[in-house]
């Protein structure tokens, strides 16, 4: 365990924070925290020495540590920043060292098996709230976080029936001191949500972009020279953490293959209206999709 030349004394929503991997969310909740001095103590979990380093250097914890027991000991919430994949094994190592009345919660794309995978393993003397921030960059690790990144974004609570109130509340609070604005789904109903809003678009996103990789070398080389703004935007999302993105498709497998499937039969529809120059289908799409976008500036989600 290491300390950090930079900890200090804080006004406490919370006694003690021990983020499980300190990656673009929980370093960028780490900025906040350690900004409004809301954890009397923070501590940082990471396998990773470089990313550990990072987390002292950058000032985002008082203490980092490579184990995982070490960490939760004596926190009052635990927040897990790790692919979705690692979080059976985490909750199961982590489940004798949690003190009463400890909140888990998780910062993950997918909530039907992430509850799914967690809750089993957990005492019943602690409280889970599962969480995601719908914000982000394609950028990962503890240097990509930014203090502002919640502010205005929407954060969504799953927690499932019978969860503790208050430690719902707690979780609340620490979202809302970030700037973001918090609503509570079914874990389901998230996942279908997010398997268009988020999942699908990066899914076609590495699809385009690996296409293009797949061209001959010359062709290749003026793809790349000659991007137009909408291929610059996919590969921004396609260079999001291949590993998170992973686990995200294999842990929301049922919801993205539904979208997936009604998005193939509109692109076979799109593609019959082309081919047979049914430009009134096309324009009518097209009007209906910048409504959409209008839409999302008037929601201030742009």
């Known amino acids: 365990m290491v300390l950090s030349p930079l900890a200090s004394p804080s006004l406490p929503l919370f006694d003690r924070i021990a983020y499980i991997g300190i990656g673009l969310i929980n370093s960028s909740v780490a900025r906040v925290v350690q900004r409004d001095r809301l954890a009397a103590a923070t501590v940082a979990c990471a396998r990773s020495a470089v990313n550990r380093a990072a987390a002292l250097h950058l000032g985002l914890v008082d203490v980092v540590t490579s184990d995982v027991t070490e960490a939760v000991t004596g926190a009052d919430l635990i927040m897990l920043g790790t692919p979705v994949s690692a979080y059976e094994s985490l909750a199961r190592m982590m489940a004798p060292h949690l003190s009463p009345g400890a909140i888990i919660t998780d910062v993950g ?171 009134d289908k096309l324009e009518d799409l097209f009007t209906r999709t910048q409504a959409i976008r209008r839409s999302i500036i008037e929601a201030q989600q742009a």
């Open 109 to 279: 794309s997918v909530k039907e098996t992430v509850i799914r995978s967690v809750t089993p393993h957990l005492p019943d003397h602690v409280h889970f709230v599962p969480g995601h921030p719908i914000a982000g960059t394609e950028h990962s690790g503890p240097e990509a976080g930014l203090t502002e990144l919640f502010v205005g974004r929407w954060t969504i609570l799953t927690p499932p029936a019978g969860t503790n109130p208050a430690a719902i509340e707690r979780v609340r609070a620490l979202w809302e001191s970030c700037g973001a604005r918090v609503n509570f789904m079914n874990p389901a109903h998230h996942d279908r949500v997010l398997a268009i809003t988020s999942h699908l678009p990066h899914l076609i996103a590495y699809t385009i972009v690996g296409t293009a990789t797949d061209l001959e070398d010359d062709m290749q080389h003026e793809v790349i020279k000659y991007s137009a703004s909408g291929f610059r935007d996919f590969t921004r999302i396609a260079a999001s953490d291949p590993v998170m993105w992973r686990d995200i498709f294999l842990n929301n497998k049922e919801a993205v293959l539904e979208s997936l499937q009604r998005f193939t039969e509109d692109l076979t529809a799109l593609q019959r209206a082309i081919r047979w120059g049914q430009g």
